[in-house]
């Protein structure tokens, strides 16, 4: 089966799309059975030349979800039907991926498929909004499911964006360290070493130092390739769910992530809770949510107690992964009619104590990475310094 991209006339009305046929005659009768006079069909796998064509590792990335989510949302405020709401997003969208998956979704409606499977199966949108949209097929406050989705999506791109520029500058600093002492390491301090010893002089400490690391430094060059080997199968030699069981162990990085999880978990559930998806199905996605396979794990393995009409706090407690505080919180939420107030508010707690984190250890990075930086120069100094001391010594002798 091929897919092809189609522009038609319908009722008097211009029409976008996109369809599965095995030929291009097939499609054509397709369009002509829907009502559909075809002004023009591409093969889509033949729009671009080989080279010319795009390239990605991962599909569309939280940001333009959640800006794609919310004026889908605006739109449809506005009264625009959800098939026009569609296309009209489609022709403005620059990213092929996005521009071919609202038209598949625009042609699946037209064809009487149901919202939800629309969605899931353009295979771009999270896990939870087809899940979000079932609960709303009829139409009612269909903008704003896509709103709460946005928004959600919004709040995830904007915590990766603050790990990332956490991150930036540190690891900028720490790496032209860490190339530079190399450097001296391998090339600069073994060579004037040499000519020290030419001249039947003692090796400073230091220096001696330095030409031992420098020789291990040799050694871990012929082990790169075996390291690059364990590094690409890691996850057959040792299982995700004990690494990640590992970072949650680490003190600053293990943290933020556990946070940040729980946050993950706790919005993700309020957000299908609120749109009257099951308890049930809401638990299972906010499961699946969590990027730690070894929490991951824990609460799926609590799944059946869901279904047998458990409480969420008592789920949390059995488990062992959440802060009292939060317990807490679901509890009283639980008592007092409010559970969906309350996880929102667990997730906007730990969201901004992983934020004062990440802020946090910012303040201390820069100072930490400058020291760094004064000890790799003083190092490289002493081992290049006190061989030439030693030499200019000897020739005054």
């Known amino acids: 089966m091929a897919e092809f991209l189609y522009e038609g006339l319908k009722e008097g009305r211009k029409v976008k799309g996109k369809l599965e046929a095995s030929s291009r005659r097939e499609a054509l009768s397709m369009l002509k059975s829907e009502g559909v006079v075809p002004l023009h069909i591409e093969e889509l796998k033949s729009k671009k030349p080989f080279w010319r064509r795009e390239f990605h590792l991962r599909g569309p990335s939280?940001?333009?979800?959640?800006?794609?989510?919310?004026?889908?949302?605006?739109?449809?405020?506005?009264?625009?039907?959800?098939?026009?709401?569609?296309?009209?997003?489609?022709?403005?969208?620059?990213?092929?991926?996005?521009?071919?998956?609202?038209?598949?979704?625009?042609?699946?409606?037209?064809?009487?498929?149901?919202?939800?499977?629309?969605?899931?199966?353009?295979?771009i949108f999270p896990e939870?909004?087809?899940?979000?949209?079932?609960?709303?097929?009829t139409g009612e406050n269909l903008e704003?499911?896509?709103?709460?989705?946005?928004?959600?999506?919004?709040?995830?791109?904007?915590?990766?964006?603050?790990?990332?520029?956490?991150?930036?500058?540190?690891?900028?600093?720490?790496?032209?360290?860490?190339?530079?002492?190399?450097?001296?390491?391998?090339?600069?301090v073994p060579r004037i070493a040499k000519v020290l010893e030419g001249f039947g002089k003692e090796l400073p400490l230091i220096t001696k130092a330095i030409i031992l690391l420098s020789d291990l430094l040799t050694y871990a060059l012929y082990l790169?390739?075996?390291?690059?080997?364990?590094?690409?199968?890691?996850?057959?030699?040792?299982?995700?769910?004990?690494?990640?069981?590992?970072?949650?162990?680490?003190?600053?990085?293990?943290?933020?992530?556990?946070?940040?999880?729980?946050?993950?978990?706790?919005?993700?559930?309020?957000?299908?809770?609120?749109?009257?998806?099951?308890?049930?199905?809401?638990?299972?996605?906010?499961?699946?949510?969590i990027s730690n396979l070894h929490m991951r794990k824990v609460l799926e393995e609590l799944s059946p107690e869901v279904e047998r009409g458990r409480e969420i706090s008592w789920i949390m407690r059995r488990s062992g992964l959440?802060?009292?505080?939060?317990?807490?919180?679901?509890?009283?939420?639980?008592?007092?009619?409010?559970?969906?107030?309350?996880?929102?508010?667990?997730?906007?707690?730990?969201?901004r104590e992983a934020i004062r984190l990440i802020n946090f250890w910012i303040r201390m990075v820069e100072p930490l990475s400058i020291l760094l930086i004064g000890v790799v120069v003083g190092v490289i100094v002493l081992s290049v310094l006190l061989p030439l001391s030693e030499i200019t010594s000897g020739v005054r002798r």
Do not use: C, W
């Not at 939870?128 to 097929?137: D, V």
């Not at 720490?174 to 002492?181: D, N, P, R, T």
């Open 62 to 123: 939280e940001e333009e979800l959640s800006f794609l989510l919310i004026q889908l949302a605006l739109l449809l405020e506005s009264g625009v039907p959800l098939s026009r709401a569609l296309e009209l997003l489609a022709t403005q969208s620059e990213d092929e991926r996005i521009s071919s998956a609202l038209l598949e979704i625009k042609a699946g409606i037209e064809r009487g498929d149901s919202l939800s499977s629309a969605f899931r199966r353009s295979g």
């Open 224 to 289: 790169l390739p075996l390291l690059f080997f364990l590094f690409l199968y890691r996850e057959k030699l040792l299982r995700k769910e004990r690494i990640d069981k590992f970072l949650l162990k680490l003190p600053v990085v293990g943290r933020i992530g556990y946070y940040f999880n729980l946050s993950r978990f706790a919005y993700t559930l309020y957000m299908t809770l609120s749109s009257a998806v099951p308890i049930t199905t809401a638990y299972s996605i906010a499961v699946r949510s």
């Open 128 to 137: 939870f909004l087809p899940e979000m949209l079932s609960a709303a097929e």
């Open 144 to 188: 704003k499911i896509f709103e709460i989705a946005g928004k959600h999506l919004e709040t995830v791109a904007d915590m990766k964006s603050k790990i990332l520029n956490a991150i930036t500058y540190p690891s900028i600093v720490i790496g032209f360290s860490l190339l530079a002492l190399f450097v001296a390491i391998k090339f600069v």
């Open 322 to 351: 959440f802060p009292p505080l939060f317990v807490s919180l679901v509890e009283t939420g639980e008592s007092s009619g409010e559970l969906e107030r309350m996880l929102e508010l667990g997730a906007q707690i730990y969201r």
